[in-house]
């Protein structure tokens, strides 16, 4: 009898399942997953703790703990922004907890920087030798010489306080988290560095160069929304065929850095046909209408076609459509603002909701709800702006505090920090504050881990929500090994330097420990402050105010108070007012050609474009197991039409060149891409991190590790970690917005030649 597979299956698996599941008790037989803890209930009484987010924004979840393991993470169904929603990255970030290459106790450096040489030593240790030498270097008189690097800081401002208490504001801030060239221009329009499309609500959805299906799973959720029950029609320009551009109504690949003149013509054509708002140009912005058109007349549809490729009729229609589907609103990603021009390209997208009257209304681009948090009084001034010490030539650390950034591997051309790094004449003592042996920690002399997300406490505020929230991150275990608290460190830490006061830095560490700091900001916010049941609704909830409750059937947040599914408010008149014109202040947006000269897919001079998958967020998740079981490999796109003409196969090995590098990697011949780009996933390519990040498990785990993972031991089948093309990108920037230009990388692409090995990565002399 001839069996195929399926049926195989079928027999064996499903048909054994089924007897063993009908023989067994009900209340013994496996259950689906379902939310809220219900799957665990009939194993025993857990402990539901709400927590924020363990590493993205937003977030908020519940940790179910049997004794003193967590066991499961789920959606907070009391958290408006939420939604009843985590990612991948949320769901699995519980294994970090226990993973056997997290380090759990302190290490001290030994040997030459960089060789990975280790000795574990007491926390009494590592605080007097670093607290010594931040002395002699205040003695000096160099505390300008003193950096902090990181991408965000999670601690409620505590990282700023350390530094500013030392008399340093030499902050070096990494964009893992950042979008500068974006914020920069949203900064100049509206004194918000952030923007909330309301795309829940809206009619007619433009999406230049964002991913949101994939990178932003809240968005995405309003998105399918209004797109299933609103009828919004979704238009997505971008040079790759995203989740987001394959669920579009329509997606047009576009070349590189080209949006903002797509934006401009659209613009153009909504001025020539007096389409625009006039009244609302005329009460809430600083325009000029007639003066505004005079200045776009220049930027047809038939220029915007031949700077773009989009046809200049697509644009003219596109024009007519989102000033007449009202609201309208747009969404802006990073394929217009990692260019060098980047922060001038949102500035002219951002100009079409703007002229159209879609700004702070129901279903256009609003202004976020924020909840400042205060801080523990006093407060260190803050000394004057520092330049960049790696931007500096000659300029010298004499201590360099790193907090959870991994330039060393994350940046554009990370060989640049990696030589700085191992610099001692340049970089002198380096701290380290992360959990794990990365490509940047691995240049560290000191090493302290600090606590985890579900092992500390954290305030938190809303930060881009259309209801503002205040929110507390509390411990749902006791920290693994001899992990701290990063206040308790830094208290220590300065503490050390002055014992006795006379430096005038100990009254700034007052507060206590971690918990202590995270209700003295709450209690200082003007959200909280006036309220008596914040603090034990934020306990047990994990969100102030509660304003209501997901439904499970629906899956809407509904009212407590209505029962009605929660609508944002609009305060157009009070959001607006935040320039000295008391208007939103429009500048006349301009065309800015694309940095790299025209591609020339026929000779294989290309654009090389980054992106993100949607498992990884940050660096901390390449050590996870089961969201690098789905992506640990990043090949190169490349157009079918492009790859035959350069004689390239799919899955073939090929070289790609920039002017400080080489790389080699497997190509993915598809159509989903435009001929003239080639596009590779950030986030692969790890030489350290963990075992997992590595695809090495038979490598050993960091000594004194508490926990044994056989699935890293026993199952980890890939041995394929991918290919950073970060390598192969040069440091550039926006002037105006100061991100780097990531996607302004021109590149010689061609078939890998003799002795060329799968990851190899070619620097070029002059890198």
């Excluded at 979840?61 to 959606?75: M, S, T």
């Excluded at 920090?417 to 240049?443: C, H, K, M, N, S």
């Amino acid at each position: 009898m001839d069996i195929n597979r399926r049926d195989f299956l079928k027999i064996t698996g499903a048909g054994a399942m089924g007897i063993a599941l009908s023989s067994m008790p009900f209340s013994l037989r496996a259950m689906e997953l379902r939310k809220w803890g219900e799957d665990y209930s009939y194993l025993s009484v857990h402990d539901r703790i709400p927590f924020p987010y363990t590493g993205l924004s937003g977030e908020g979840g519940i940790a179910f703990v049997q004794g003193d393991r967590v066991v499961k993470l789920e959606a907070n169904p009391h958290h408006v922004s939420s939604q009843g929603l985590l990612s991948p990255a949320e769901t699995v970030s519980y294994l970090k907890l226990y993973d056997p290459d997290r380090i759990v106790h302190p290490l001290k450096r030994f040997g030459k920087r960089g060789e990975g040489a280790w000795l574990k030593i007491s926390w009494q240790q590592a605080i007097a030798e670093i607290g010594n030498k931040l002395s002699a270097t205040l003695d000096a008189g160099q505390a300008e010489a003193i950096g902090l690097s990181y991408e965000r800081d999670f601690s409620g401002g505590s990282l700023s306080r350390f530094l500013h208490t030392l008399g340093s504001a030499r902050h070096i801030v990494h964009e893992e988290w950042n979008d500068p060239n974006r914020a920069r221009a949203f900064q100049e329009l509206w004194g918000e560095n952030s923007m909330l499309p309301d795309v829940k609500r809206s009619k007619f959805v433009l999406n230049f160069g964002a991913n949101p299906m994939e990178t932003d799973h809240h968005l995405a959720h309003d998105l399918v929304d209004g797109m299933v029950e609103n009828k919004a029609k979704l238009i997505t320009f971008d040079v790759r065929l995203s989740n987001t551009a394959a669920r579009s109504d329509a997606w047009h690949p576009i070349l590189p850095g080209t949006d903002s003149a797509v934006a401009l013509a659209m613009a153009r054509t909504i001025m020539h046909h007096r389409l625009a708002d006039y009244g609302f140009i005329k009460r809430q912005t600083n325009i000029n209408a007639k003066k505004l058109a005079q200045h776009l007349d220049r930027y047809t549809p038939a220029w915007a076609e031949s700077v773009s490729g989009v046809a200049a009729q697509t644009i003219e229609n596109l024009a007519w459509e989102f000033a007449r589907s009202r609201p309208a609103c747009v969404i802006i990603g990073g394929g217009v603002s990692h260019h060098q021009f980047g922060a001038e390209q949102v500035r002219a997208c951002m100009l079409l909701p703007i002229i159209t009257g879609n700004i702070e209304v129901r279903g256009g681009n609003c202004l976020p709800r924020r909840v400042e948090l205060g801080q523990p009084q006093p407060v260190p001034a803050a000394p004057p702006p520092a330049k960049n010490a790696f931007d500096a030539g000659k300029d010298r650390l004499a201590m360099l505090f790193n907090y959870r950034a991994n330039p060393a591997f994350a940046n554009p051309s990370p060989d640049r920090w990696r030589r700085l790094l191992q610099d001692e004449g340049r970089v002198g003592t380096i701290v380290d504050f992360g959990p794990y042996l990365t490509e940047t920690a691995i240049f560290a002399d000191y090493i302290l881990p600090d606590t985890l997300a579900l092992e500390r406490f954290d305030p938190v505020a809303s930060e881009d929500s259309f209801w503002p929230w205040l929110s507390i991150r509390q411990p749902v275990i006791s920290p693994v090994g001899k992990s701290r608290d990063l206040r308790e460190i830094l208290t220590d830490i300065i503490n050390h330097v002055d014992p006795d006061g006379k430096r005038k830095m100990k009254s700034y560490w007052s507060f206590g420990d971690g918990e202590a700091w995270t209700w003295a900001c709450l209690e200082a916010s003007e959200f909280a402050k006036d309220s008596n049941e914040a603090a034990a609704k934020l306990k047990k909830f994990g969100v102030w105010p509660v304003y209501g409750r997901l439904d499970p059937v629906r899956h809407e947040m509904t009212s407590f108070h209505t029962g009605r599914d929660l609508e944002p408010y609009y305060e157009l008149d009070r959001k607006l007012e935040v320039k000295r014109s008391g208007k939103s202040e429009v500048s006349w947006p301009d065309w800015f050609p694309p940095t790299p000269e025209p591609a020339n897919p026929r000779d294989g001079t290309l654009t090389l474009s980054v992106y993100r998958w949607n498992a990884h967020h940050r660096p901390g998740t390449a050590n996870n197991k089961y969201l690098q079981e789905l992506f640990h490999s990043n090949p190169a796109w490349i157009n079918k039409a492009t790859a035959r003409a350069l004689g390239i196969r799919d899955g073939g090995l090929i070289r790609i060149t920039s002017s400080i590098g080489t790389l080699v990697t497997k190509a993915r011949a598809t159509e989903a891409i435009h001929p003239n780009v080639v596009a590779m996933a950030q986030g692969f390519g790890h030489t350290a991190g963990g075992r997992v990040a590595q695809a090495k498990p038979r490598e050993a785990a960091p000594k004194g590790n508490l926990y044994r993972d056989r699935d890293i031991e026993n199952n980890l089948w890939w041995d394929d970690t991918g290919v950073n093309p970060c390598e192969i990108i040069p440091d550039a920037h926006d002037a105006r917005g100061g991100g780097y230009a990531w996607s302004d990388t021109r590149i010689k692409v061609m078939k890998a030649q003799s002795g060329d090995r799968y990851g190899m990565i070619i620097r070029h002399s002059n890198a």
